[in-house]
T-cell receptor, first 112, second 113 residues
């Protein structure tokens, strides 16, 4: 079946360190979305990438979509305690009726 | 503008019972999707509705069903509950299918004893 894997599952960093999560799909994606879920909260949309090789930045967050549209990454520069949460990628699948397949998520813990 | 509203927020059921969860999307949003979130399995897609029609269905048994009303509100039902159905059930809406971001509700946390 269609799968989207994320690594690492969990990362604990010191405040100020960088963090990267990677997302890999077994099939070519039409687009990739990223969501953040704070502990006890619900997923909140961060960004969508559509084009092959696309790179987008939001302040300290950098998102990339691979050339083959099968992988993506989220990089956070100089993490802050407010970055704590689980980051999910969600790949758009061209299944006729497009649907989003969520990655397994990366849980980020930031120590002050 | 009000967000996605899910009710109830928390509920406890016993094995064999059934449960109905409700979702009111953001005003003007006509597409509603349901997801099951568990610690081990992450976010699993259940189904998507648009204009009262199911467009997509995930790999869940027939005990899981849903519907959408003419006002875009949606319900999902789980019959003959099993312990493994304990999870956070999230509803998400968007203006129409494939239009971009999903807006999630706070979820309904179901515990099956």
């Amino acid at each position: 079946g269609q799968q989207v894997m994320q690594i690492p599952q969990y990362q604990h960093v010191q405040e100020g360190e960088d963090f990267t999560t990677y997302c890999n799909s077994s099939t070519t994606l039409s687009n990739i979305q990223w969501y953040k879920q704070r502990p006890g909260g619900h997923p909140v949309f961060l960004i969508q990438l559509v084009k092959s090789g696309e790179v987008k930045k939001q302040k300290r967050l950098t998102f990339q979509f691979g050339e083959a549209k099968k992988n993506s990454s989220l990089h956070i520069t100089a993490t802050q305690t407010t970055d704590v949460g689980t980051y999910f990628c969600a790949g758009g699948m061209n299944t006729g009726f497009q649907k989003l397949v969520f990655g397994t998520g990366t849980r980020l813990l930031v120590s002050p | 503008k009000a967000g996605v509203t899910q009710t109830p927020r928390y509920l406890i059921k016993t094995r064999g019972q059934q449960v109905t969860l409700s979702c009111s999307p953001i005003s003007g949003h006509r597409s509603v999707s349901w997801y099951q979130q568990t610690p081990g399995q992450g976010l699993q897609f259940l189904f998507e509705y648009f204009s009262e029609t199911q467009r997509n269905k995930g790999n869940f048994p027939g005990r899981f069903s849903g519907r959408q009303f003419s006002n875009s509100r949606s319900e999902m039902n789980v019959s003959t509950l099993e312990l493994g159905d304990s999870a956070l059930y999230l509803c998400a809406s968007m203006v129409s299918p494939n239009t971009g971001e999903l807006f999630f509700g706070e979820g309904s946390r179901l515990t099956v004893l």
